[in-house]
């Protein structure tokens, strides 16, 4: 339960303690893929809820919504339309709703428990 | 199966921390490239000495004359007054001066006008150019036309002819004598001004700038009226 938390501190610590930079051209691109990253992660903790996860899925999800939201914006800035516009207003709609569908499902889970007892 | 599960889920969030680091580190920040060389340091740096080796003369005159005060104070602090006015006078431009210096006259382009070219008075815009560089590079004293430069001299256009201290100057022909502290900076003076564009720039406008040899004596009048107000003044 705490592996992956401990695994995003380690992460966030790693980054700050080797002071990477990148250029602020691609600063658009990495924020798009942090929401994508994201997505991907909550939507793999709900289907473990549910009990529909699969490794796949989940995996090739990661990277696939990465790389498809990085495209959309590389386009929108070569076509000069704001595209990544719209992996944020994907990204972010599913987030919500993919953090709504865990925390009922935490709830029940918790009712559960106290009719049980 | 959950155990691979919590592996992949620590490996994507550990990516996620990672990606958030490195967006944080650029976010706050934005990596600030030195692109001062030491060369143009050292430049900067010679500058600011030249300044502070300027200032310290200018402390070391003033307390020259402190102590000359305190010196004369009981014997004739008037004399030393006088002399401190007169050169408040001088540097205000009321009193004439000389000193070593520089003479540059402006002249018509001869074969301009010889092939009918039409010969404008010089500018206010390419004179206070040259005023500008000319105190730049240390002149004390500067006067146009015999119309001496003082700290509210204007140089500008009034209905079409070029005025100094709201006194019109000759279209052409155009004589400025410049002061200098030393006769080295008159020479000085007089090779920047030859290595500078200033000769080009009034031939732009079809005029001869010529920058004559220094010379170790040069007098500039004082300034022409001085403005006085009577009002409130005793009879």
């Given at each position: 339960m705490w592996l992956p938390l401990l695994g995003l501190i380690f992460g966030v610590v790693l980054g700050i303690l080797t002071d990477i930079q990148i250029p602020s051209v691609y600063e658009n691109y990495l924020s798009i893929a942090v929401l994508a990253a994201l997505d991907t992660m909550v939507g793999g903790i709900r289907a473990q809820l549910q009990q529909v996860y699969d490794d796949k899925v989940f995996i090739s999800g990661f990277f696939f919504n990465i790389i498809l939201a990085a495209g959309l914006a590389f386009l929108g800035v070569h076509i000069g339309v704001d595209l990544y516009l719209a992996a944020i207003f994907a990204f972010g709609v599913r987030l919500f709703q993919n953090i709504a569908v865990i925390r009922r499902l935490i709830l029940t889970k918790f009712e559960n428990r106290k009719l049980n007892k | 199966m959950t155990k691979k599960m919590y592996r992949n889920i620590t490996m994507i969030s550990f990516i996620i921390g990672f990606m958030l680091a490195v967006q944080y580190n650029t976010v706050q920040s934005p990596?600030?490239?030195?692109?001062?060389d030491i060369w143009e340091i050292r430049q900067q740096l010679s500058v600011e000495q030249e300044r502070h080796s300027e200032l310290l003369t200018a402390i070391s005159d003033l307390s020259d004359t402190v102590s000359k005060y305190e010196d004369a104070e009981f014997n004739n602090p008037e004399i030393l007054l006088e002399q401190t006015v007169d050169n408040l006078k001088e540097s205000a431009g009321i009193l004439p001066t000389r000193g070593p210096g520089l003479t540059l006259t402006i002249e018509p382009s001869q074969e301009l006008m010889n092939f009918g070219y039409e010969i404008k008075p010089v500018s206010p815009e390419l004179l206070i150019r040259l005023i500008n560089d000319l105190y730049r590079s240390n002149a004390q004293a500067i006067e146009i036309d015999d119309k001496r430069l003082t700290y509210n001299t204007a140089i500008r256009d009034i209905n079409g002819k070029t005025t100094v201290n709201s006194e019109p100057i000759e279209d052409t022909n155009i004589e400025i004598n410049v002061i200098t502290p030393t006769y080295e900076q008159a020479e000085k003076l007089k090779n920047h001004l030859l290595a500078s564009s200033f000769q080009d720039e009034f031939y732009i406008d079809n005029l001869v700038l010529t920058i004559h040899e220094a010379e170790k004596n040069v007098r500039i009048n004082s300034v022409v009226t001085v403005q006085k107000s009577n009002y409130l003044s005793e009879k």
């Open positions: - | 990596a600030e490239r030195n692109t001062v």
